[in-house]
């Protein structure tokens, strides 16, 4: 493995030939002076997701780390039980999850995907600490989207160049019809147009945009069309070749460049029993993405996502709160 030392203190470790990196010489509890935050940024700009081992990191610090690299959003758009006083924290928590939605798995999405490609501006980065996660399986996975894109052939690079797909919640996916989450997906419906290929704000490199946990379908083609070329697409964004396999330890840290990589939930864990794994995730306010014919993604359906709760997250909870007091003044009246 080939290590750099840079004058902050800060060490970077190549993990894999194409994406991934391990930071050491930091402690994130503290408060870091910026040239340390400028080396991280630059590492993970360069390996599109970066890894810090053994943290001891409380809410409270991992959303003022989250904050030295951008805005923190709020938790996510479909989360409607904020942790008190964290509004910007999202738990990957299994036993939480199916309680919440009575599906058994630990996250919205269980396939690939770049976290939250249903709004128009996908966060541009994820931070992830582990809290309570166990000695063996829940490995996370990461693929360089960069990387995809530029192993394509240029015939493809180019066909790809100028094609644009719609990204929402539950593409693809077998959902029960009258499940919490499907209800949850509905109360704040998030429908975009993106580039197929977005071009990177910082770096100016190109990213095979689309991804199989959220990419509906190519905007322009036959149903059929668009399956395959999309099957190609996949293929190609989740090739070993350009992945990186990390194994958490309680304390660990993720961070990664939303906008250059898809990541893989476990998929080891789902058929067990009793076994918790329980993550917290921060985001960072992302751009529109543009691609390289000039496109910028589009919403069709939803708003965009920053800092405040969503307002459709808002008004379903102040619509179930009418049909509960409701319910109590029927309960209580009289009998006629």
Same mark, same amino acid.
């Given at each position: 493995?080939?290590?750099?030392?840079?004058?902050?203190?800060?060490?970077?470790?190549?993990?894999?030939?194409?994406?991934?990196?391990?930071?050491?010489?930091?402690?994130?509890?503290?408060?870091?002076?910026?040239?340390?935050? !400028?080396?991280?940024?630059? =590492?993970?700009? $360069?390996?599109?997701?970066? +890894?810090?081992? @053994?943290?001891? /990191?409380?809410?409270?610090?991992?959303?003022?780390?989250?904050?030295?690299?951008?805005?923190?959003?709020?938790?996510?758009?479909?989360?409607?039980?904020?942790?008190?006083?964290?509004?910007?924290?999202?738990?990957?928590?299994?036993?939480?999850?199916?309680?919440?939605?009575?599906?058994?798995?630990?996250?919205?999405?269980?396939?690939?995907?770049?976290?939250?490609?249903?709004?128009?501006?996908?966060?541009?980065?994820?931070?992830?600490?582990?809290?309570?996660?166990?000695?063996?399986?829940?490995?996370?996975?990461?693929?360089?989207?960069?990387?995809?894109?530029?192993?394509?052939?240029?015939?493809?690079?180019?066909?790809?160049?100028?094609?644009?797909?719609?990204?929402?919640?539950?593409? !693809?996916?077998?959902?029960? =019809?009258?499940? $919490?989450?499907?209800?949850? +997906?509905?109360? @704040?419906?998030? /429908?975009?147009?993106?580039?197929?290929?977005?071009?990177?704000?910082?770096?100016?490199?190109?990213?095979?945009?689309?991804?199989?946990?959220?990419?509906?379908?190519?905007?322009?083609?036959?149903?059929?069309?668009?399956?395959?070329?999309?099957?190609?697409?996949?293929?190609?964004?989740?090739?070993?070749?350009?992945?990186?396999?990390?194994?958490?330890?309680?304390?660990?840290?993720?961070?990664?460049?939303?906008?250059a990589t898809a990541h893989l939930a476990p998929q080891?864990?789902?058929?067990?029993?009793?076994?918790?794994?329980?993550?917290?995730?921060?985001?960072?306010?992302?751009?529109?993405?543009?691609?390289?014919?000039?496109?910028?993604?589009?919403?069709?359906?939803?708003?965009?996502?920053?800092?405040?709760?969503?307002?459709?997250? $808002?008004?379903?909870?102040?619509?179930?709160?009418?049909?509960?007091?409701?319910?109590?003044?029927?309960?209580?009246?009289?009998?006629?």
């Amino acid at each position: 493995m080939s290590t750099v030392t840079h004058a902050s203190g800060v060490t970077v470790t190549q993990l894999a030939g194409h994406i991934g990196a391990e930071i050491g010489g930091i402690d994130l509890s503290q408060s870091l002076p910026d040239e340390a935050v !400028r080396d991280i940024r630059n =590492a993970l700009l $360069k390996w599109k997701v970066v +890894f810090f081992r @053994n943290q001891q /990191v409380d809410h409270a610090a991992q959303v003022a780390f989250t904050a030295r690299f951008g805005e923190v959003t709020y938790a996510h758009p479909h989360e409607d039980e904020p942790i008190d006083g964290y509004p910007e924290l999202l738990p990957i928590d299994r036993s939480r999850y199916e309680r919440r939605n009575g599906i058994q798995r630990s996250s919205y999405e269980s396939r690939w995907h770049t976290d939250v490609t249903a709004v128009v501006n996908p966060p541009a980065g994820s931070i992830l600490r582990a809290v309570n996660v166990p000695s063996f399986g829940g490995d996370t996975q990461w693929t360089n989207l960069v990387a995809a894109y530029e192993g394509l052939s240029a015939p493809l690079r180019a066909l790809a160049d100028g094609l644009t797909a719609e990204h929402r919640f539950g593409a !693809r996916s077998r959902i029960p =019809a009258g499940s $919490k989450l499907a209800q949850r +997906f509905a109360e @704040n419906p998030l /429908v975009s147009i993106h580039p197929v290929v977005r071009v990177h704000p910082e770096t100016g490199e190109k990213a095979l945009f689309v991804n199989p946990g959220f990419t509906s379908h190519i905007v322009g083609l036959s149903q059929h069309e668009s399956d395959k070329l999309l099957e190609i697409f996949f293929e190609q964004v989740t090739k070993p070749a350009y992945t990186v396999r990390f194994h958490w330890n309680n304390g660990d840290i993720a961070f990664w460049d939303n906008r250059a990589t898809a990541h893989l939930a476990p998929q080891d864990l789902d058929h067990l029993e009793g076994v918790e794994r329980v993550l917290y995730r921060t985001t960072i306010t992302g751009d529109v993405p543009v691609g390289p014919d000039g496109f910028t993604s589009q919403i069709v359906e939803g708003a965009a996502f920053g800092t405040s709760e969503p307002e459709a997250l $808002k008004a379903a909870r102040a619509t179930a709160a009418r049909e509960a007091e409701k319910a109590i003044a029927l309960a209580s009246a009289p009998a006629a």
